[in-house]
């Protein structure tokens, strides 16, 4: 549906609820809008970019969706006091995956789990060829600091604690290993927060209408970047644009959070220099960098990075969604119809979203990864020749 399709339906579902008359109908209506109307939307709020008045259909998806996980309330309080346990088992099973693959190849692979999720009704998430290795683990610089040097305090997403890039990427590292070297080739000292691992903005939770337990890991991360700031004295870098976000309506205004895309635009570029390539560079814009304006930030960036820059036309959401790509895959898989053949020519991708990437990556047939690694491969610190 779209989201005024959305709209019109659920009024109609609400007034034969208040009303009592013709309940077959209202039944048919609630099951097939549970499909049509809240599985398959992304919720990231992109429509109201576009809509004249402002109204953000997500809005609406999550409150329906928060009356329909009311029984899953317990487990999401269980689950965002054990955050930490959660995001080590993530790892865990992105290492199977990826060990079960480099086994059997990549055929079997998409055999074997395709077979798993249509036996299991499709309750089980779809693999594809994309899906991310575990992330290495973070080992924060123990030195001594130096006092000549700006100072930053860097908070990585769970997405990018957890994802690494997948098999056969080009650059092997992790999301906040390749950030950490820009940063410092820039000239600042990285500080990462203490007990990080159970950090989380909230989103996952909030996506799927869970709001208390989405709340409560946004005031963690509060009182977490309040220590490491000094009370708001330092900057924060944010790597994960829906996590910037939902964290720039949530936090205490004393936290000055930049989303990467931001940071880099007003304090990196002047420290760098860039030898842009040659070879055209794809760059997708997230809904949430988009609702942020920072469609020209990135431009301007991916600029420095190569002469022949290319956005597809058509595409604005790429229907990933969190993690909709593998719950309900044909969504991700009708928002990026168009995008293979837009992007062939191209020899990768760039992006501000860790999971956006995945989809892309396996709908584009080129690697789609985080812009920072196009930063860091192109850029060299002021008087250091490349």
């Known amino acids: 549906m779209t989201p005024r399709q959305r709209i019109v339906i659920w009024r109609e579902i609400a007034r034969l609820e208040a009303s009592g008359e013709d309940p077959e109908r209202l039944a048919v209506l609630r099951e097939e809008y549970r499909y049509q109307g809240t599985e398959t939307c992304a919720g990231c709020g992109l429509c109201s970019t576009s809509c004249p008045v402002g109204i953000n259909t997500g809005d609406l998806t999550r409150s329906i969706r928060s009356r329909d996980n009311e029984n899953h309330a317990r487990l999401a309080q269980w689950l965002a006091d054990h955050y930490g346990g959660v995001s080590r088992t993530s790892k ?138 000094e009370n708001g004295a330092l900057p924060v870098y944010s790597d994960t644009s829906p996590c910037s976000l939902r964290l720039k309506d949530k936090l205490d205004p004393r936290i000055r959070l930049y989303d990467s895309v931001d940071f880099i635009d007003r304090f990196l570029l002047d420290r760098l220099l860039f030898e842009p390539l040659d070879a055209p560079v794809a760059l997708h814009v997230t809904c949430s960098a988009t609702r942020m304006g920072q469609t020209e930030s990135l431009k301007r960036i991916a600029g420095r990075c190569s002469r022949q820059l290319v956005i597809p036309e058509q595409i604005g959401c790429c229907g990933f969604a969190g993690d909709k790509g593998f719950s309900t895959p044909e969504l991700n898989a009708s928002a990026l119809r168009t995008l293979k053949g837009a992007v062939q020519h191209c020899s990768e991708g760039v992006s501000t979203s860790r999971t956006c990437e995945i989809g892309l990556t396996h709908h584009s047939g080129i690697d789609y990864h985080s812009i920072v690694y196009l930063l860091d491969r192109c850029s060299s610190a002021k008087g250091t020749p490349r």
Request: hydrophobic share 35%.
């Open 92 to 229: 865990t099973l992105f290492s199977l995956a990826d060990a079960t693959h480099g086994l059997i190849g990549t055929d079997r692979m998409q055999r074997l789990t395709g077979g798993i999720r249509r036996l299991s009704g499709n309750r089980l998430q779809q693999w594809t060829p994309a899906m991310p290795r575990a992330a290495a683990k973070i080992k924060p610089d123990t030195g001594l600091p130096e006092a000549a040097r700006p100072k930053v305090v860097y908070l990585p997403s769970c997405a990018s604690r957890t994802m690494g890039p997948p098999r056969g990427a080009a650059d092997k590292r992790s999301l906040f290993e390749v950030t950490e070297q820009l940063l410092r080739k820039a000239g600042y000292e990285v500080i990462y927060p203490q007990d990080l691992e159970a950090q989380c903005c909230g989103m996952p939770f909030q996506s799927k209408g869970l709001f208390d337990a989405a709340d409560q890991k946004a005031q963690e991360t509060e009182r977490l970047l309040l220590a490491a700031t």
